[in-house]
């Protein structure tokens, strides 16, 4: 199976194990966690392009699981989130992972944040080193095996 194509069905995979627990999914360290992640993820290389920006927005407004919360909450959280990361990658970064690390108390919602890294990274079909480094981080700020997701 081609890379691409195993990117694609671990996105769906983790997609699929989202909406399964979408109802679980409804709390407000939950939301700020994902959000976190999502611009986690869409600035891993430490810049973001405004198509790149675009797309994780739209993603997030079409999620299932996501759509627990309003549209433009969550859109202006990400911008947030992802404003810290562009004005000072490593300084918003820290302050971004404290937002991830608020799922840590519910298990549940810890690894869907993780699950949601990973479709938002996949999401284009090539989730790339930098971005699995930051799952991965993420993953210890959750304290999750990274290898639990393939990373």
Known sequence: MAL?????ESAQTMQTQ???????????SFRDASMAMCALVAAADGTIEPAERQRVAQLIATNEVLKNFAADDLQRRFDDYLNKLTTDFAFGKVSVLQEVAKAKKKPAEAR?????????G????????????????????LDLPPHEFDL
Not at 112 to 120: R, T
């Open 122 to 141: 996949g999401a284009d079909g090539d989730f790339d080193k930098t971005e699995q480094a930051v799952v991965r981080e993420a993953c210890f700020t």
């Open 18 to 28: 989202l909406e399964a627990k979408k109802n679980d999914l409804k709390s407000g």
């Open 4 to 8: 691409w194509d195993r990117i694609k």
């Open 112 to 120: 869907a944040v993780i699950q949601i890294g990973i479709v938002i």
